[in-house]
């Protein structure tokens, strides 16, 4: 089945700076790969999503990159702000829909 | 509110008991999905509908689970013979499974938190 590996699993950048969060993927037919923001006792909340029939999808200060060849994902926050402090999920999907999460990266932008 | 909605918010059971929890989906989602999620990992695919059926459940999913969606509106998920392994947040989310773009997008509930003692 389909496994997605996260990296880094925590991350502490200055406010302003950008961060970078990856993900690979296992089975080349999922299509879909979703990012989701999850504070401390909240729902994951999606900020970005990306369809493999596109390399490349912003929106203000985030994107997100995708690589089929090498099945891997990025998500990209620039001008970061401490508010964007929080645990960073990546997943991927096939066309069933089921979402298949990474381990998550706990995201902290210092002041 | 027109979001996924989940009651209870937090259950503490004892080990041997069973638990039901409830989730309604956003009013307009065919599909319906409950996943699990552990402290410091990312959640977990249990199971699916799409309006009354379902489709799929994870080999996540002992015979002590069981789900049901009866009439294609809200879920409820129920353990039985709790054990503490049980332990975790279960959410659920929905989805809208169309012919659009927006079809796959899936919007999570708030949770329920369970504590087997």
């Known amino acids: 089945g389909e496994n997605v590996e996260q990296h880094p699993s925590t991350l502490s950048v200055q406010e302003g700076d950008s961060a970078v969060i990856k993900c690979t993927y296992s089975d080349s037919a999922s299509n879909y790969f979703p990012w989701y923001k999850q504070e401390l006792g909240k729902r994951p909340q999606l900020i970005i999503d990306?369809?493999?029939?596109?390399g490349e999808k912003k929106d203000q200060r985030i994107a997100v990159t995708l690589n089929k060849t090498a099945k891997h994902f990025s998500l990209h926050i620039t001008e970061t702000q401490p508010e964007d402090s929080a645990v960073y999920f990546c997943?991927?999907?096939?066309?069933?829909?089921?979402?298949?999460f990474g381990t998550g990266t706990r995201l902290q932008v210092f002041p | 509110d027109t979001g996924v909605s989940q009651d209870p918010r937090h259950k503490i059971t004892k080990r041997g008991q069973n638990v039901t929890f409830r989730c309604d989906p956003i009013s307009e989602h065919n599909r319906l999905y409950w996943y699990r999620q552990t402290l410091g990992q990312g959640p977990e695919f249990l199971t699916y509908?799409?309006?009354?059926?379902?489709?799929?459940k994870s080999r996540l999913l002992s015979d002590r689970f069981s789900a049901e969606r009866p009439k294609g509106s809200f879920s409820t998920l129920e353990i039985q013979r709790t054990e503490q392994g049980d332990s975790a947040m279960y959410l659920c989310?929905?989805?809208?499974?169309?012919?659009?773009?927006?079809?796959?997008?899936?919007?999570f509930g708030p949770g329920t938190r369970l504590l087997v003692l």
């Open positions: 509908f799409q309006n009354e059926a379902q489709l799929e």
């Open positions: 990306i369809r493999s029939n596109v």
């Open positions: 997943a991927a999907s096939m066309e069933t829909d089921k979402l298949i």
């Open positions: 989310a929905s989805s809208f499974y169309g012919t659009g773009d927006e079809r796959e997008t899936q919007y």
